[in-house]
């Protein structure tokens, strides 16, 4: 009896340990294979952003750069109402959260790496599943601007096409960035949406700047805003 029972519990604890072992290393594929885990940390220096009036901080680099005041007092319809997402906590949320803008999301992440993203800014909440809204980001990269161009016109591009109806490409300049422009036909049901994803990029030091907006039209004057407020530290 005795023998029976200390091979009865032999082979409970070997069960037992079997069974963890599995566990753990299932565990480590899913952390593997987490996005979060690349995305934003103090321990990847990763950048975020702070508001200070209606000027957004990029930090650790302390480029700045200005919003229109109305975007300081989120639109509470429709939700989401959160325009701002600014901190690296608020940063690893919004990327589980795109709504609407899942598919647009996709091609920006094709191009950018998401980890590098300093701010996500607009006036109004991100995919909120409608189409007359300003979406922006802001990404700090290591790429060059050629690698970003190419970036574009090959991953972007490719992937634009696959999760849109059509796609085309256009480039371009604003003073002294760099302009691409995906010019997208979403027509996901019975109602056809034309509209822009740009890549304004321009080097400062051995870091590329990249803004990145989202729009049907009709937000010039906002865009230009912004381009036309950035700083890179002392550099105008």
């Known amino acids: 009896m ?13 069960f037992s ?30 950048p975020y ?4 009036g209606r000027t957004i901080r990029i930090k ?12 300081l007092a989120p639109n509470p319809v429709p939700e ?14 919004l990327y589980w959260n795109d709504g609407s803008d899942a598919e647009d999301a ?19 909440g991100w995919g909120n599943y409608l189409w007359n809204d300003l979406q922006g980001r802001v990404y700090v990269v290591d790429l060059s601007p050629e ?20 796609a085309s490409l256009s480039s371009g300049n604003y003073g002294l960035w760099q302009k691409q422009t995906l010019n997208i036909t979403d027509a996901p049901t019975h109602f056809v949406l034309m ?16 803004f990145v907006f989202l729009h049907a039209g009709g937000f010039d004057e906002s865009i230009s805003g912004i381009l036309n407020s950035f700083k890179w530290s002392n550099v105008s």
């Open 2 to 14: 005795r023998k029976y029972t200390l091979r009865l519990l032999v082979a409970i604890l070997t």
């Open 17 to 46: 340990i079997g069974t963890a072992a599995i566990y753990l290393f299932a565990w480590d594929k899913i952390i593997a294979l987490n996005p979060l885990r690349l995305t934003h940390s103090s321990e990847n220096k990763s």
């Open 49 to 52: 952003s702070v508001l200070e």
């Open 60 to 71: 650790p680099y302390d480029a700045i750069f200005d919003i229109p005041e109305s975007w």
């Open 80 to 93: 989401p109402a959160k325009n701002l997402h600014l901190s690296l906590q608020d940063l690893n949320e």
């Open 106 to 124: 996709q091609v920006i992440n094709s191009i950018l790496p998401f980890e590098h993203c300093a701010a996500h800014f607009g006036d109004r």
């Open 147 to 166: 690698g970003i161009a190419a970036r574009i016109e090959k991953r972007g591009l490719s992937k634009a096409l696959d999760v849109f109806e059509d």
């Open 195 to 210: 509209k822009d994803l740009e890549f304004y990029y321009r080097p400062f030091g051995n870091k590329t700047v990249v």
